[in-house]
């Protein structure tokens, strides 16, 4: 037999640019003095001047509650508020109710406190206006924490990002304004109307089709650039070009109207990024859409399954979760989330394609790439190994000491041939194809 000649490739370039996701930055800017036009990158807070203004009408405020003197505009803003509070009882049961049924994983992890203004904020969801009072004034870290909970339960919640708040004397927060978009209603329309025609592609399809299918559709659908609204879904459905946290808030979105359990998480790579955290049978798995459609050296884009439906093994060798850290003043985080763990291997998308290996296994590597051979000579080959010192054990032996692949290729190929040999070291996965 005559032994092949081959090129052994890094992967390169191949990741995306990631910066900041919206929540991070929402809450760097919620202060009186300041709304939010930037992104923070470097997840630095400062949260100084955040109690309340300083004019007449505020400090009367401040001194009264939610009443305020000499102002009538505002007074009939606050009897308007508090007549809704009064008699709107049975439509907040009703909605609170709606709210109980959704999938909230960060909401479930709040305390009462925290709950009720994150109540407070999907009644404000329902029926958004530039000013919203809260119906109990609650600590400012309360606040916090329930705001940031709410921004990554509700994707839909994409224009809450330039809020600011106002607090009482005893730094309570009592009320919110934004600036509402005018197209707002118009946006929402008509992301609905593509969510719901991808949703119904394949709404007779198993839950875990649903998740690759969004996470295909994505991809497809998008281009990895960065743009005016790039933070939230609707640069994904609308513009058709985002970046990492609008990928895994679209991806929850569409989740969210298939009836399926994912949330977005906030974190660091080399830069900041955000993913999805999905729950399926009663097992939690991890996907990174923006990471499934990297950027090629040659500017091209393409479609991996590397971070589909993995584990924390595989995902932690190159992210970090942030988003148990929620900013409460000047450069201070506390913990407050926490995630499960994701320890499943059955569902990766190399799992799912007989090309998944707990650890290394010549013989069984063996055979499963002479089948894929006998399919198709010529076609890119990949298998994943899980355990990542196998895997650096497995291109020592397979690529560089023995070269072990070319004996594989020889047993199909009885003549010369040259191959490619891809490694991607971070997620444990190598591909192998006969160059023709």
Known sequence: MNGGQFSIMKVGGMM?????????????????????????NEYNYNYKNKETYTTEENQNQTKNGF????????????????NQTKNGFQLAEKENKQLKSLYLFYYDQLSSTQKAVYEDLYAFL????????????????????????????????????????????????????????EDLETKMAQVDAIANNVVAAVANESDYNKLKYFYDWIINWTEYQENECDQDYTS???????????????????????????TTVRGQTNEPHAWNLVELNGQYYWIDVTWGDPVNDDGSQSLVYYYFMVTDELLFRTHISLN??????????IDVFTFPQCTDNSLTYYAQNGAYFDTYDYYAIRNYILQKLYENPYQEI????????????????????????????????????????ITKDDAGVITVQIVS
């Open 16 to 40: 995306k640019k990631i910066i900041s996701i919206l929540l991070a930055l929402c809450l760097s800017g919620c202060t009186v003095l300041d709304s939010i036009d930037t992104y923070n």
């Open 67 to 82: 009443t305020v003197k000499n102002s009538n505009e505002s007074k009939d803003k606050n009897e308007t508020n508090n």
């Open 126 to 181: 329902q029926k958004p206006s530039s000013m919203y009072y809260l119906k109990k004034p609650a600590k400012t870290q309360d606040f916090f924490i329930a705001m940031t909970a709410f921004m990554y339960d509700f994707p839909e919640a994409y224009w809450l990002q330039g809020y600011r708040y106002y607090s009482d004397s005893q730094k309570r927060v009592t009320s919110i304004t934004v600036s509402i978009p």
């Open 236 to 262: 994904v459905f609308l513009l058709k070009k985002s970046i990492c946290a609008g990928y895994a808030r679209a991806f929850q979105y569409l989740c969210k109207k298939a009836g399926l359990k994912c």
């Open 324 to 333: 148990g850290q929620v900013p409460v003043g000047s450069y201070e985080k």
């Open 382 to 421: 990949s298998f994943q190994i899980g355990d990542q010192a196998s895997f650096q054990y497995a291109v020592e032996e397979l690529l560089k000491n023995n070269r072990y692949i070319t004996n594989i290729f020889s047993e199909y190929f009885p003549g010369r041939y040259y191959y490619n040999a």
